[in-house]
């Protein structure tokens, strides 16, 4: 239920938002229907200028903060005046079809330390058509896995304040993947666990710029944060729209941007960056032997909660055992630049047709 004061909170949600008029009535009420747990509702506002904020004015039964544009500044801003032991970080486009799934979500961290582990949801991205493209099962799959930034502000992220100090709050300074950044800090201190019940997540920005080119622009943005590239975002144009304003991606700019960033820099830095890079691709190579168990399990008939790991159990060892060495990765930072170059060709053509 919905704490009204003076009753003590136990879980603080907090919501950034900007400009989500139309979808904010019905995920508050929403929310509404959590049981078996006192909560607060705290929606930080960026600057809507839509209504949202006018409209979040008339409801009693959430708090309204306003704050400068930034998820990372809402998040931070939001946290400040939650009243709650546990703090529920959500996106506005998120539901629970379970009434129960806080109250479960709580006690099943509750029995697992809650001052070192921090939980995130199972996602489950609602579409609109009849058939599900099998790229989102893809994500789903990947998602519950836990491993190293597959964790993001989707899927919901649920920990105990305590652990806040350890984490330290958002990052401020980027314009996006705070939410990434957030969950690999936590990693460093702490761990996260997969909590037993789904959230939905709407896919209305994939299908409106195209799944592919947000998960390629998405792979480019957690390569550059990884290997502490910040001149990417401090240039690149419209990374992440208003879900007003998405319209279909085009990538070509973002890569004609990676050109002439590394083109005024020295040959040495240039190098370095590739080669960070290439590392990175390296690194993530896993999710080869990932994906043919997703498509193994398709063929099984195995929900996506049961992904088996037949490949990633034989497969990555040897993966790892011929490619984790300096001529592995030269080899992986030489097969990047012949993707770029190729990629780069392709996209110039296809986007211009």
């Excluded at 304040?161 to 984490?167: H, K, S, Y």
Aim: proline letters at 4%; glycine letters at 8%.
């Amino acid at each position: 239920m919905v704490s009204q004061s003076p009753t003590p909170v136990q879980l603080s949600v907090i919501v950034p938002v900007l400009n989500e008029a139309v979808s904010l009535p019905g995920f508050v009420t929403a929310l509404r229907r959590q049981r078996q747990v006192n909560y607060e509702i705290i929606v930080v506002d960026g600057g809507s200028a839509d209504g949202s904020a006018e409209m979040l004015e008339q409801d009693s039964q959430v708090r309204l903060v306003h704050s400068s544009r930034g998820r990372g500044r809402q998040l931070n801003a939001g946290i400040a005046v939650a009243r709650g032991d546990w703090l529920l970080l959500l996106h506005a486009d998120s539901l629970f079809s379970d009434p129960l799934a806080w109250r479960i979500a709580i006690d099943f961290l509750a029995n697992r330390s809650a001052g070192r582990v921090a939980g995130h949801f199972a996602v489950s991205f609602q579409t609109t058509g009849t058939k599900k493209n099998r790229g989102y099962d893809f994500y789903e799959r990947k998602a519950r896995s836990s491993r190293p930034e597959t964790i993001h502000g989707d899927q919901g992220f649920l920990l105990h304040r305590t652990l806040l100090p350890q984490v330290g709050g958002f990052r401020e300074d980027l314009p996006v993947m705070e939410d990434t950044d957030f969950a690999e800090r936590l990693r460093t201190v702490g761990q996260w666990q997969l909590l037993p019940a789904e959230i939905q997540t709407s896919v209305r920005r994939f299908e409106a710029e195209g799944l592919w080119q947000r998960q390629l622009l998405g792979a480019l943005m957690m390569c550059f944060r990884s290997i502490g590239w910040s001149d990417f975002f401090d240039r690149a144009p419209g990374l992440y729209r208003d879900q007003s304003q998405t319209h279909k991606l085009r990538l070509t700019p973002f890569l004609e941007l990676i050109v002439e960033l590394l083109g005024s820099l020295p040959w040495r830095e240039q190098w370095r960056l590739w080669r960070a890079s290439g590392d990175y691709v390296r690194r993530h190579g896993w999710q080869l032997f990932f994906a043919a168990d997703c498509r193994r399990a398709r063929r099984q008939g195995r929900s996506t909660a049961d992904t088996p790991d037949f490949w990633q159990f034989w497969g990555e060892p040897v993966y790892e055992l011929l490619t984790d060495h300096p001529a592995g990765r030269h080899l992986f930072t030489f097969l990047l630049r012949m993707w770029f170059v190729v990629v780069r060709i392709w996209l110039r053509k296809v986007e211009t047709r």
